[in-house]
């Protein structure tokens, strides 16, 4: 079992940057896949980015490929999400989560959705001016 912190969130305009850190502790926790979702007020959560448990993979949401990186460091029990070029509509809470049935993210019909994950954290918030 993980216990999952976000923080770097904060108030950017648009254009800008932010990097988003997921700061886990517990055991195992370099052998579980993490996520990123997103959710907008009044709307669903949504995801944004995922990486397998050694880093050797990354998946992205269409609407920030290019923009947002997604990594990780085992040895500091961390995984960021580098937000650059950043749009009003990105503006949200963003959560990690994390899963160790599936480390190497290899069902993508589950990869991205919310109820594949069995840990979160509290989330951040993001919000970006026009």
């Known amino acids: 079992q993980v216990q999952l912190v976000e923080s770097g969130g904060g108030l950017v305009q648009a254009g800008g940057s932010l990097r988003l850190s997921c700061a886990a502790s517990g055991r195992g926790f370099s052998t579980y896949a993490v996520v990123w979702f997103r959710q907008a007020p009044g709307k669903e959560r949504t995801f944004v980015a995922a990486i397998t448990w050694n880093g050797g993979s990354t998946y992205y949401a269409d609407s920030v490929k290019g923009r947002f990186t997604i990594s990780r460091d085992n040895a500091k029990n961390t995984v960021s999400l580098q937000m650059n070029s950043l749009r009003p509509e990105n503006t949200a809470v963003y959560y990690c989560?994390?899963?160790?049935?599936?480390?190497?993210?290899?069902?993508?019909?589950?990869?991205?959705?919310?109820?594949?994950?069995?840990?979160w954290g509290q989330g951040t918030q993001v919000t970006v001016s026009s």
């Open positions: 989560a994390a899963d160790r049935r599936d480390p190497n993210l290899r069902v993508a019909v589950t990869r991205t959705r919310a109820q594949t994950y069995d840990y």
